[in-house]
């Protein structure tokens, strides 16, 4: 549905959410997410973070589109939420969460590659599995009707629960899933080298004119596969190698997903408490631990990475401003994953309002790490530039929480799948002394990590 202001309140389409939750210790994300193939399925962990979720089913769904999105998306929750039932053990914490995100632009169609997506999507899942600060939570969600009392449904629910526990144990005890990796038939990059060379010439040369100081450039490549591609290897691969990264899963329909492994938080809202990070600059990792800091001080020394650094510190620091009543930025340091090391610098704030996520979203994205600097100008020399569209790519994904509350991360190190295809994304920031082998390098580390997680074997 799309919530738009002449739609009638969610509720009166809807009724009345009733949410009612058990602890369920003993379960895993990767049995609970197996038992749902088949149906609309989420997930998202960071290792580092105290909430980790997945969830299974569709109990509601939101959609918007046009620059109003945010605004839509937002008062549908708020709708949504404003006169649930929430029952049961764990309390807020166990309560229900949207989860989705957003296309990169507003005015986002929906293509081949992202048929099924619009510019805003978010659902609330029919089960919903959570850790939190040690224990487990099963939540269901249903909606009843306005004039029905929830009361006497309770019962019911908590039956429904329990009978859900008690299966997905019996599943536990089964050997665990040994699925490999769907075998992967051919890459295909639909941009050739000569292509980008004068797309990022193109680019700099605009630069150079004042016409803007940073944009964000991304090709793509495609993967073909004898069957589609398992998820849960996956899944299970990232988080093996990418553990402390926003490790995602959106899959609204069966065998249509949107997944990865982002490094870069775009927000996150607690009441008035705010956090974000300013991610800019990139380089490989070293063999060895000298070689590796050699690498990791000489990012720090580029002149070249610390100017793309800090526009986008500067951007969002500006961005921000109107939005908190302070801000505190840490020094420079380093972000080591895998295969790859970035400028970091965490911001944490004091937000004006208690507001929710969904306005910090909107002010932020993109950030001058995904889009470039001044903002409108770096955003029409990407439409201008880039021959396939970016869809959900670099886009805010996360989770909103009864309280509007809530988390979103920067959609990179990601893929969409669709039947037996699946394509990845990566870029590169611009600035005026880019150069085309050096990025087009970059945009090739930044590939490795979701090729590496679809089995492609490499010398």
């Not at 009724?15 to 088949?38: H, K, N, V």
């Not at 016409?211 to 093996?240: D, G, N, S, T, Y």
């Not at 990792?285 to 050699?294: L, M």
Request: net charge neutral; aromatic share 8%.
């Amino acid at each position: 549905m799309d919530a738009t202001a002449a739609d009638p309140p969610l509720q009166q389409r809807y009724g009345r959410l009733l949410s009612c939750s058990l602890p369920c210790a003993g379960i895993s994300f990767e049995q609970f997410l197996a038992t749902a193939d088949g149906g609309a399925r989420i997930y998202w962990e960071n290792r580092a973070e105290q909430i980790a979720f997945a969830g299974a089913g569709a109990a509601v769904e939101l959609m918007a589109w046009g620059p109003e999105r945010y605004k839509k998306i937002k008062e549908a929750a708020r709708e949504l939420f404003a006169g649930a039932a929430l029952r049961g053990e764990g309390g807020a914490l166990a309560g229900p969460r949207l989860f989705g995100g957003f296309a990169f632009r507003s005015d986002f169609t929906p293509d081949n590659t992202w048929s099924i997506y619009s510019p805003a999507y978010f659902l609330l899942p029919h089960y919903q599995l959570l850790r939190g600060g040690g224990q487990s939570w099963l939540t269901i969600n249903t909606q009843i009707p306005l004039d029905e009392a929830p009361a006497p449904l309770i019962p019911d629910l908590l039956a429904a629960l329990r009978g859900k526990i008690t299966a997905l144990k019996a599943d536990e005890k089964r050997p665990p899933c040994a699925d490999g990796q769907s075998k992967l038939l051919d890459i295909d990059y639909p941009m050739r080298y000569p292509t980008w060379e004068r797309m990022l010439d193109d680019a700099t040369e605009r630069i150079r004119r004042g016409a803007l100081r940073k944009v964000v450039l991304a090709r793509a490549a495609e993967l073909r596969f004898a069957e589609r591609p398992k998820l849960l290897p996956i899944l299970r691969h990232l988080a093996m190698h990418y553990a402390d990264c926003y490790r995602f899963l959106f899959e609204p329909r069966p065998r249509y997903a949107f997944y990865g492994a982002s490094p870069e938080l775009l927000a996150s809202v607690h009441g008035r408490a705010l956090s974000t990070m300013a991610l800019a600059g990139s380089s490989g990792r070293g063999d060895t631990d000298a070689a590796d800091r050699r690498l990791g001080q000489a990012l720090l020394d580029s002149p070249k990475e610390r100017q793309e650094h800090d526009i986008v510190l500067e951007k969002m620091r500006g961005r921000l401003r109107p939005l908190t009543d302070s801000l505190a930025i840490a020094p420079p340091s380093l972000l080591k994953l895998s295969n790859i090391q970035h400028i970091n610098r965490p911001i944490h704030g004091l937000l004006k309002q208690p507001s929710g996520i969904l306005p910090l979203v909107e002010a932020l994205h993109p950030t001058p790490a995904l889009g470039g600097a001044p903002r409108p100008e770096a955003m029409r020399l990407i439409r201008e530039l880039e021959p396939i569209p970016r869809g959900w790519y670099g886009a805010p994904v996360g989770w909103i929480d009864s309280r509007l509350d809530g988390q979103f991360a920067v959609a990179i190190r990601s893929a969409v799948a669709q039947e037996a295809r699946a394509w990845i994304y990566a870029g590169a920031g611009i600035v005026a002394d880019s150069q085309p082998q050096r990025e087009w390098e970059e945009t090739e580390l930044k590939f490795r990590p979701m090729l590496d997680a679809h089995g492609e074997i490499y010398g």
